[in-house]
């Protein structure tokens, strides 16, 4: 069987050879290189969120670099650039003091995307992120699944006025009915931008009993 693996690995990589998804560079789907150029946003105060106890985001959405990659793995289906964003939080997360670092009990919890966004793309592109953070960048943390998501009316991306978005969103979430609330979570999204969505979510948390609440995007937009 694992025979057969590397037999249809060597047969991509002869016909489609991996390139990275900006420059073109053979070997990564998006090279060291590239990841190297990323305008990292190791603060949030320029856009503070009173609902959490810290935010972190890997970089900018107006940088159209990680726009890029983005884009391949949320519209295109791209999860093979999976792995490559994991270097780049892991690199990262070397210089950046993370806040929930210190958190031994911490749970991640993904920011799922709504059901209908679920069945047209064939998958949650924050429970991916959430499942590999948890593998390389937090293996201590424990899985959590206790929000449940409803769809809205009008799409938080089409909107962008920031009190219209956040009305949007208002009892988009709830909890599951669990034995145990964690101390402590860290929610995972794609994309911040007013941040009303995470928010939402992180007052539904605190509601339920949560008493520590964090943030991480890959890109911070405006």
């Known amino acids: 069987m694992q025979d057969l693996q590397k037999y249809r690995e060597t047969f991509r990589e002869i016909f ?6 900006i420059c073109g560079a053979y070997g990564e789907w998006w090279c060291r290189k590239c990841r190297s150029h990323i305008e990292i946003a ?20 107006h940088d159209p670099k990680l726009r890029n990659v983005i884009h391949r793995l949320k519209y295109f289906g791209g999860s093979c650039v999976l792995p490559d964003i994991v270097s780049a939080v892991s690199e990262m997360y070397i210089h950046a003091d993370f806040p929930w670092k210190n958190e031994m009990n911490l749970y991640i919890q993904p920011l799922i995307t709504t059901p209908r966004r679920i069945r047209e793309r064939g998958f949650d592109q924050a429970e991916l992120l959430a499942h590999v953070l948890q593998l390389f960048i937090a293996p201590y943390a424990q899985s959590a699944h206790i929000l449940i998501r409803q769809d809205t009316a009008i799409a938080q991306a089409t909107i962008h006025k920031d009190a219209e978005r956040i009305a949007n969103v208002r009892n988009m979430f709830c909890v599951r009915d669990v034995l145990t609330i964690p101390e402590s979570i860290l929610l995972i999204d794609d994309i911040i931008t007013s941040g009303s969505t995470m928010s939402e979510a992180a007052r539904v948390l605190r509601e339920a009993g949560v008493q520590r ?3 991480f995007a890959l890109a911070l937009g405006k």
């Open 16 to 21: 489609f050879p991996t390139q990275c998804v």
């Open 42 to 61: 190791k603060r949030f105060d320029i856009r503070p969120l009173p609902a959490l106890d810290g935010v972190m985001c890997m970089g900018f959405y």
């Open 213 to 215: 609440i964090y943030g």
